[in-house]
């Protein structure tokens, strides 16, 4: 058969050469999970690099960066602070209306300080988790979009 082949094609080399391609052809055809997974190796590997290359090369702004997250970071921490203090000396008012006022104040600060928890986890997975920035975003930008629930 093949000999009838390399005659049509005019060669037996000819023939291979077909072959080959119409093997390739076919397992182009096919994606493997094999291959999906050295793709994805790929990309994460990659998203990495790119991450690296951009702190690199953005090194002139780490004290805006700096500034930026010790701003953030503090704003959080005194909602939370001041939340669990006023919480705590909503206990020994004596008068109830001003401990409710002191336990709504509470609820509002808290409110507030959790609408931030998005942008906190930005800060910590960039400072502590760089690499894997990229499955942390998406949980990150979704707090961002819930409006702030008032109590």
């Known amino acids: ?82 939340a669990q203090v006023i919480s705590i000396a909503a206990i020994w008012v004596e008068t109830v209306a001003t401990a409710d006022k002191l336990k709504e104040s509470t609820a509002i600060i808290s409110a507030n300080a959790e609408s931030m928890n998005g942008a906190m986890m930005l800060l910590l997975s960039f400072y502590f988790a760089a690499p894997h920035m990229k499955s942390i975003v998406g949980v990150a930008m979704q707090k961002f979009g819930k409006p702030v629930q008032k109590p």
């Open 1 to 82: 058969m093949f000999g009838f082949l390399g005659r049509l094609f005019g060669s037996d080399k000819a023939t291979s050469q077909v072959i080959t391609h119409a093997a390739s052809a076919l397992d182009k055809l096919v994606y493997t999970s094999e291959e999906k997974a050295e793709d994805n190796a790929r990309d994460t590997s990659e998203a990495r690099v790119m991450v690296m290359e951009w702190i690199k090369n953005t090194q002139g702004q780490n004290l805006a960066r700096r500034a930026l997250a010790l701003m953030i970071a503090s704003v959080w921490l005194l909602q939370y602070v001041s």
